[in-house]
T-cell receptor, first 112, second 115 residues
Framework: QKEVEQDPGPLSVPEGAIVSLNCTYSNSAFQYFMWYRQYSRKGPELLMY????GNKEDGRFTAQVDKSSKYISLFIRDSQPSDSATYLC????????????FGQGTELSVKP | GAVVSQHPSWVICKSGTSVKIECRSLDFQATTMFWYRQFPKQSLMLMATSNEGSKATYEQGVEKDKFLINHASLTLSTLTVTSAHPEDSSFYIC???????????FGSGTRLTVV
């Protein structure tokens, strides 16, 4: 069993839809959680960073962490074609120098 | 803030030659730098962890003599692919944690093609 599980998709939605991306993990020691967006042939871009259970909002993006269920989510409101990319969840035990453990990445396509 | 600059963006080299990839932290000191390799349609695979002033720690299965990592200063880490072969062709990315309260920052990646 992988430490972090993420549905690779692909996921296709119409423009304006609410997108829900999810990851589950098995190691209860993970404390810091990140979501990245990666366009083809580019490095991952940090979207959200959280370290506690609950919700964190930034513009159209909301990150949700449920440590009791070992489940994290990223919601994208009013999705745009420019959101079409691969979304990676990542987590680590130690914020300073700890290895990031990644999900497989979910390929998202937002159709105009 | 928290920018990691990676160069070159892409490089083509002949089989048997060496290629150096640089990652610089522009506005923070990177005590630790992670180096990843990524194949098409796959997630990132950690190759090694470098710490400033000490030897890098390589993941199982990664050849230390082929992928030389140097982290001589708090703002520069380099990956040298030695005696490159076509199977080394891949997308290489570096990443660093900028500090408490921030997520890890990634470089823009280097696409290496060995012909």
């Amino acid at each position: 069993q992988k430490e972090v599980e993420q549905d690779p998709g692909p996921l296709s939605v119409p423009e304006g839809a609410i997108v829900s991306l999810n990851c589950t993990y098995s190691n209860s020691a993970f404390q810091y959680f990140m979501w990245y967006r990666q366009y083809s042939r580019k490095g991952p871009e940090l979207l959200m960073y959280t370290y506690s259970s609950g919700n964190k909002e930034d513009g159209r993006f909301t990150a949700q962490v449920d440590k009791s269920s070992k489940y994290i989510s990223l919601f994208i409101r009013d999705s745009q074609p420019s959101d079409s990319a691969t979304y990676l969840c990542a987590m680590t035990i130690y914020n300073q120098g700890g290895k990031l453990i990644f999900g497989q990445g979910t390929e998202l396509s937002v159709k105009p | 803030g928290a920018v990691v600059s990676q160069h070159p963006s892409w490089v083509i080299c002949k089989s048997g030659t060496s290629v150096k990839i640089e990652c610089r932290s522009l506005d923070f000191q990177a005590t630790t730098m992670f180096w990843y390799r990524q194949f098409p349609k796959q997630s990132l695979m950690l190759m090694a962890t470098s710490n400033e002033g000490s030897k890098a720690t390589y993941e199982q299965g990664v050849e230390k003599d082929k992928f030389l990592i140097n982290h001589a200063s708090l703002t520069l880490s380099t990956l040298t692919v030695t005696s490159a072969h076509p199977e080394d062709s891949s997308f290489y990315i570096c990443s660093a944690p900028p500090g408490t309260g921030y997520g890890y920052t990634f470089g823009s990646g280097t696409r290496l093609t060995v012909v």
